[in-house]
């Protein structure tokens, strides 16, 4: 199988499960919100890493410990957890914990992860822009 076909399997892969997300966050009460974090969401990991930005949406999103998926930033920050649990990039971890198992990995896994999370922020924003009209007021 060549290179382009495993990468076009991957981004539309990656492209389907955007979508879904989207969708989701489009069935929120707080919607736009939730279009606001997905493109605020890439800028924060730049800026302060993964995990800062991983733990930030879950310490917003959360009640009791565990991510709300009614909530924006609780469903984003879950939606990210499933996508790396799916892709099976950091092996097993309990659910509502992907902050706490991106402080335990080598570096080229933390990197891989953060493009890989990055990658899906950009088709989720596409989604959510078609998806969801209007912004959020701040």
């Given at each position: 199988?060549?290179?382009?076909?495993?990468?076009?399997?991957?981004?539309?892969?990656?492209?389907?499960?955007?979508?879904?997300?989207?969708?989701?966050?489009?069935?929120?009460?707080?919607?736009?919100?939730?279009?606001?974090?997905?493109?605020?969401?890439?800028?924060?990991?730049?800026?302060?890493?993964?995990?800062?930005?991983?733990?930030f949406a879950f310490a917003k999103g959360a009640k009791n410990g565990v991510a709300q998926e009614n909530d924006p930033w609780g469903l984003l920050y879950d939606q990210l957890e499933q996508w790396i649990r799916e892709k099976g990039m950091l092996g097993q971890f309990p659910e509502n914990r992907l902050a706490e198992k991106l402080t335990g990995i080598s570096s080229a896994d933390y990197r891989a992860a953060t493009v890989e999370i990055l990658a899906l922020l950009n088709w989720i924003k596409r989604f959510a822009d078609a998806l969801i009209e209007g912004t959020a007021e701040d």
């Open positions: 199988m060549s290179k382009l076909t495993i990468r076009a399997g991957l981004e539309q892969g990656r492209a389907a499960y955007a979508y879904q997300c989207a969708q989701k966050g489009a069935s929120l009460d707080k919607k736009k919100e939730y279009k606001s974090y997905v493109k605020k969401m890439p800028m924060l990991i730049k800026t302060n890493g993964l995990g800062a930005a991983v733990a």
